[in-house]
């Protein structure tokens, strides 16, 4: 054998040697590189803890909620009943942000076990501007009703959380936890039996009415332009970019079986480019 064809097969013997080398690392790489289940949801989460954007819309919320309670209070009208105010507690008036975060350092998502855990901790601080004005309203003579879907298990916990944090009108009568259903009209009925309510507040749409229970995301702009008047007058909106409806119901159609891969890729078609 001559030196030449030495060469040459030895040449291609480190080729062949190289090439599956190389694909053993890639292999590897490929299955390291894993985008983390929450990876898409940082953004959201560091905009709602750090941007000052943020707070902004939220003394904002709450400024405008002050003028319309003085503005329904100045009236002096005659009101069969006593005045109150119905409201959303996670993200509205309690800031669950931590546990969003948790969620992104630890790659899981919502559970209710820890989602309990949480809550149980009654380290939730308010919202930015949210002790002040349920504090003056309350002083001007509105009854508050906290009405959320937590679980009931956690009404003890958030009792304690809300009376740490200095909101007025908090006890068993006025927080009105989920039991046999997630729809909140059943307690806004409720609510409204005894009291004219005045004003509803939420980060949520299904917070202010329950014809967005369910509503895919082209029913529920809709529906938003449908009550535009509504919205600043009886209805005040907080930001929450994180989580809601708008995910759930809206971009993921109702189903909780998709894939994290299928979420991404129901994510990307559903942006809107040029």
């Known amino acids: 054998m001559n030196r030449q064809l030495i060469i040459t097969i030895s040449f291609v013997l480190l080729l062949g040697f190289g090439c599956k080398t190389t694909s053993k690392v890639n292999t590897a790489a490929i299955e390291n590189s894993k985008t983390p289940i929450r990876e898409h949801s940082i953004q959201a989460l560091l905009w709602q803890q750090q941007a000052a954007e943020y707070k902004a819309l939220c003394h904002q919320a709450f400024n ?20 109150a105010i119905i409201t959303d507690v996670d993200e ?15 790659d899981s998502n919502y559970k209710r076990e820890t989602w309990i855990d949480w809550g ?66 059943p307690r806004r009925d409720s609510v ?11 980060d949520n749409l299904s917070d202010f009415s329950e014809e967005f229970d369910k509503q895919s995301t082209k029913n529920r702009n809709n529906l938003v332009e ?11 909106v907080l930001p929450n ?10 971009i993921y159609e109702g189903s909780y079986k998709w894939t994290a891969s299928q979420k991404d890729s129901i994510r990307k078609a559903k942006l809107i480019s040029y």
């Open 64 to 83: 405008l909620a002050k003028l319309r309670i003085d503005e329904i209070v100045g009236e002096n009208k005659h009101f069969k009943r006593p005045l």
């Open 92 to 106: 509205t008036v309690l800031d669950n942000s931590p546990y969003n975060a948790k969620m992104v350092l630890t």
């Open 120 to 185: 149980n901790e009654i380290k939730a601080k308010p919202v930015p501007g949210a002790l002040a004005f349920f504090n003056y309203a309350a002083k001007k003579g509105v009854t508050i009703f906290y009405l959320s879907n937590r679980y009931n298990v956690q009404k003890e916990a958030t009792i304690k959380n809300l009376i740490r944090a200095g909101f007025p009108n908090v006890d068993s009568t006025h927080v009105l936890l989920r039991t046999t259903t997630s729809a909140k009209k």
């Open 192 to 202: 409204a039996y005894k009291y004219q309510i005045i004003m509803l507040l939420g």
């Open 226 to 236: 449908k009550m535009a008047n509504d919205f600043g007058n009886k209805f005040i």
């Open 241 to 250: 970019p994180m989580y809601g409806d708008w995910e759930t119901k809206g």
